[in-house]
């Protein structure tokens, strides 16, 4: 399973209006110039995301995009199916042997496990482990 740009940058519209929430609307043009994305793709990401009700718009000097919903309601996987649709890893897995089929649903089963249990606020809050030493050297 690939996940387009669609999916990718779609995750990087809702985590940005997770960190703002509460705060009031964030324009695309905002996160768009934060991430250095294009603004012209996010409105065509944003539409499906409304049409879902994950987020509402408000109209104004002032306005822009919100969650619909606290951050930690709303998942990857809900952000993810909007805009690239079912998670198969693999088309057409009734006509393998059943070790295979199995295997495939496994793998399938394994992805909507993480992406159904990461929330936006787990995104948002995420630290990289790695910018802490791996190994402490004392001389």
């Known amino acids: 399973m690939k996940i387009s740009t669609k999916g990718r940058y779609g995750l990087t519209i809702m985590i940005e209006l997770a960190r703002k929430y509460g705060d009031g609307p964030i324009s695309l043009k905002q996160i768009a110039r934060d991430n250095e994305l294009s603004e012209h793709y996010l409105e065509q990401l944003i539409a ?8 509402k718009s408000v109209r104004g000097a002032y306005g822009g995009y919100m969650l619909t919903k ?18 198969t890893p ?9 070790a295979k089929q199995a295997l495939w649903k496994r793998v399938r089963d394994a992805v909507k496990d993480v992406l159904d249990t990461t929330t936006l606020e787990d995104l948002k809050d995420h630290v990289d482990d790695q ?7 004392y001389i």
Request: aromatic share 4%; charged share 25%.
């Open 90 to 98: 693999v088309e057409g897995i009734e006509n393998e042997e059943p």
């Open 131 to 137: 910018t802490q030493d791996a190994y402490m050297f």
């Open 70 to 87: 606290a951050p930690h309601e709303i998942t990857a996987g809900d952000v993810i199916r909007i805009l690239e649709g079912p998670i």
């Open 48 to 55: 499906p995301l409304r049409n879902a009700s994950l987020v």
